[in-house]
């Protein structure tokens, strides 16, 4: 570790309120603008450069290369573009639309409505004060349109839990402090509600929470459930079920493989930053408590890995049915009123155990 700190970056709805704010200057003044100054919801200010500047007659256009600074974002280095339009003389408003590669919702849970622009309440907001700012001396009757897109936005969205989500064609316009945390568990856990939100709205009674693709592929196998039930928790274990619980989802299913299940029936609630070693000294003490897994005793002390010892046992069932029963007592510990199952994936797509 260097120790260096790691560096704050921003927004893609930070982003695009700066490159509205740029067009919108450029359209007032009718001069190419470098620079603009925003603050931000957290309270900080902010300044953006403003890059591709274009003005014509009634339209102005402008982009801001997103900097998500030190945070592993698949967003860093969009370009968030705005086109600013002005038409005279007719009703005084302001639209805010999407472009290319800027999302429209499809399913009911999220914060925008079905059939609306992927463009979330706070980054809309932001927008509307920049205008506001700008124009606050030229009442005029006029109708401002600022159309947002990023370029790339549709095949970066690949690489999101997008489409899952019901945003179709591209990606969101996010934010609700206009910084982004480095390697920020915010982004994640908003992202956990936000999916448990659609799978609610979408009629699923069972939400599935996986540690990963491979224990997610594994049960969808098995359980025919619609896509929106399956959710990615990652490491995020305790806050996605209670997430669940608290938002009254009828029946949960924590989806794993070996490795990850071994964590969650040591209590962590966070999976990532934990000893296996610990965790290989509590499964001992439990293989030897109990008479049918105490052979296994020796095998796990000199286990290096939960997978060397599961594999080492020839995927021995008692080893896993108790593995198992320890993760549904974490469950009913964390949130003693949500119904949960267990699904084990092993480590070639199979089920080793499914509590039906």
């Not at 067009?23 to 001069?31: I, P, T, V």
């Not at 620079?35 to 919801?41: A, K, Y």
């Not at 801001?64 to 967003?75: Q, R």
């Not at 021995?316 to 469950?331: M, N, P, R, S, T």
């Amino acid at each position: 570790m260097s120790g260096k700190e790691l560096r704050y970056g921003f927004t893609t709805g930070a982003c695009a309120a700066a490159a509205v704010k740029g067009a919108a200057q450029m359209l007032r003044d009718q001069a190419l603008v470098d620079e603009v100054q925003l603050t931000l919801p957290c309270g900080k200010g902010a300044r953006f450069r403003i890059e591709g500047g274009v003005l014509r007659d009634n339209t102005a256009s402008c982009y801001v290369v997103k900097d998500a600074g030190d945070d592993p974002d698949v967003t860093n280095g969009a370009e968030i573009h705005v086109t600013a339009r002005v038409d005279m003389f007719t009703k005084n408003r302001i639209i805010i639309e999407g472009g290319v590669g800027i999302g429209k919702v499809t399913k009911p849970g999220l914060a925008v409505p079905v059939g609306e622009w992927a463009i979330n309440p706070v980054p809309r907001s932001m927008i509307l004060e920049v205008v506001k700012e700008v124009f606050a001396v030229r009442c005029v009757p006029a109708t401002l349109t600022f159309t947002i897109s990023i370029p790339n936005g549709e095949e970066l969205a690949k690489k999101t839990l997008n489409e899952r989500l019901g945003i179709i064609g591209g990606l969101s316009i996010l934010g609700t402090t206009g910084v982004v945390k480095p390697i920020s568990t915010k982004a994640w856990t908003d992202t956990v509600d936000t999916a448990v939100d659609v799978a609610l709205a979408c009629g699923s009674r069972t939400v599935v929470l996986s540690t990963g693709r491979s224990s997610e592929l594994a049960l969808q196998r098995v359980l025919k459930l619609t896509d929106e039930s399956y959710v990615m928790m990652g490491d995020h274990f305790g806050y996605s079920l209670q997430s669940c619980a608290r938002k009254g989802v009828p029946e949960v299913v924590v989806a794993g493989q070996f490795a990850k299940l071994v964590k969650i029936a040591c209590g962590h609630q966070q999976t990532h930053v934990t000893s296996s070693d610990l965790d290989l000294m509590a499964v001992t003490a439990w293989l030897k408590e109990n008479p049918r897994t105490a052979h296994l005793e020796k095998l796990a002390r000199e286990a290096n890995t939960a997978r060397h010892l599961l594999e080492a046992s020839g995927y021995d069932k008692a080893l896993i049915k108790l593995v198992c029963g320890k993760v549904a007592e974490a469950c009913a510990e964390l949130a003693p009123w949500q119904k949960v199952r267990v699904f084990l994936a092993g480590y070639q797509g199979e089920t080793l155990y499914f509590d039906r």
